[in-house]
């Protein structure tokens, strides 16, 4: 009976944690797939890639250095990611119409909220910011972001602006 009861709960357990997951793996499935297929724009095939390359840091990151966490914590984690990567494009998209200083603000406000919100606090800066290093990225982003945290900057910001 305790065997029983005990391979439910394990059960349950696994079934829970699928369950938990599929705000992560539903981002980074569809990013691979876009990052992976010829027939989408170059500029939108990086730009899921540096998603699917993110959130596969994040949650390696996670397994190393914070095991007890939750799937809802790397969920919400990977939707802010998310949120964060398409109000850059509609921001970068609403004003491309601008002078390029205005432009190039817009694009340091979102690189400066990733840089300046690091989840792990991880000093091997050539993963970090392989991204950020890279000068012709349109994401040129942070690997360690709190995605929280920089999504909620940059709208305080954004708000401040309006």
Do not use: G
Not at 28 to 48: E, G, S
Not at 60 to 87: C, G, N, V
Request: hydrophobic share 45%; charged share 25%; aromatic share 8%.
């Amino acid at each position: 009976m305790k065997r029983l009861i005990l391979s439910l709960v394990v059960a349950a357990t696994a079934t829970l944690s699928t369950h938990a997951q599929q705000v992560f793996l539903e981002i980074r499935d569809k990013a691979q797939a876009t990052a992976a297929d010829t027939h989408t724009a170059a500029m939108v095939r990086d730009i899921n890639q540096f998603k699917v390359d993110a959130l596969n840091y994040m949650a390696m990151k996670m397994k190393e250095q914070m095991p007890d966490s939750s799937a809802a914590f790397l969920d919400r984690q990977a939707y802010a990611m998310h949120s964060f990567i398409s109000t850059y494009m509609k921001t970068l998209l609403a004003h491309r119409s601008d002078p390029q200083k205005i432009q190039v603000e817009y694009m340091k406000l979102f690189i400066d909220a990733s840089i300046s919100n690091p989840l792990f606090n991880d000093n091997d800066h050539d993963v970090v910011l392989a991204y950020y290093t890279t000068a012709d990225c349109l994401t040129r982003f942070s690997l360690d972001t709190d995605w929280q945290r920089a999504l909620l900057a940059v709208t305080t910001e954004m708000k401040k602006r309006r």
